[in-house]
């Protein structure tokens, strides 16, 4: 069991550039989240998939925000454009069923 | 709006006594708490849970405690490890969501 791998695991770029994290769930697991940690919020859910079909997007902050999961193993959320108060450290987990959540090593972005 | 508060964010404690971690939530729809562990540069990992039906759930060193009429659990790691050093995070699932606290750092001291 290889757990919820994501990439890159930092991502340093310039405000207005388009920024692409990934994340591949393990196998088997029918959920995939997307959070983000801040100091100032903590973590908080961005979106979740249920087979592969997005259920609960309302955390998405702004537009600029998107996520999709085009098969049960790879899912991206995608910034465009990026600003620096999008700086923080994104999460992918991942479950199946009702068990508790596997996270990620996190992807730490940092807008400049 | 935080539906899930850790107060007190750090935590100091000698190796080998009690280490206790407090967590209020506001919400009375959630029925499922969960405590997750943290190291830097990684992603937390499940530690322990307990079902709204229960008010303790004991794992080894690791207990946790639900008062659901003050809308409190709190949990027990004893005895204190170096290795328990970590940011503890609580959880509470509900309307099909997980909220989270903003977590306490714990430093456990040899």
């Known amino acids: 069991d290889a757990g919820v791998i994501q990439s890159p695991r930092h991502e340093v770029t310039e405000m207005g550039q388009e920024v692409t994290l990934r994340c591949k769930p393990i196998?088997?697991?029918?959920?995939l989240f997307w959070y983000r940690q801040t100091m100032m919020r903590g973590l908080e859910l961005l979106i979740y998939?249920?087979?592969?079909?997005?259920?609960?997007d309302s955390g998405m902050p702004e537009d600029r925000f998107s996520a999709k999961m085009p098969n049960a193993s790879f899912s991206t959320l995608k910034i465009q454009p990026s600003e620096p108060r999008d700086s923080a450290v994104y999460f992918c987990?991942?479950?199946?069923?009702?068990?508790?959540?596997?996270f990620g090593n996190g992807t730490r972005l940092t807008v400049t | 709006d935080q539906q899930v508060k850790q107060n007190s964010p750090s935590l100091s404690v000698q190796e080998g006594r009690i280490s206790i971690l407090n967590c209020d939530y506001t919400?009375?729809?959630?029925?499922?708490f969960l405590w997750y562990k943290k190291y830097p540069a990684e992603g937390p990992t499940f530690l322990i849970s307990?079902?709204?039906?229960?008010d303790k759930n004991e794992d080894g060193r690791f207990t946790v405690f639900l008062n659901k009429s003050a809308k409190h659990l709190s949990l027990h790691i004893v005895p204190s490890q170096p290795g328990d050093s970590a940011v503890y995070f609580c959880a509470a699932y509900g309307n099909n969501r997980l909220a989270f606290g903003k977590g306490n750092q714990v430093v456990v001291i040899p």
């Open positions: 998939f249920n087979n592969n079909v997005p259920i609960d």
């Open positions: 196998s088997g697991h029918d959920y």
């Open positions: 307990i079902s709204s039906i229960k």
């Open positions: 987990a991942s479950r199946v069923g009702n068990s508790p959540l596997h």
């Open positions: 919400n009375s729809m959630f029925d499922y």
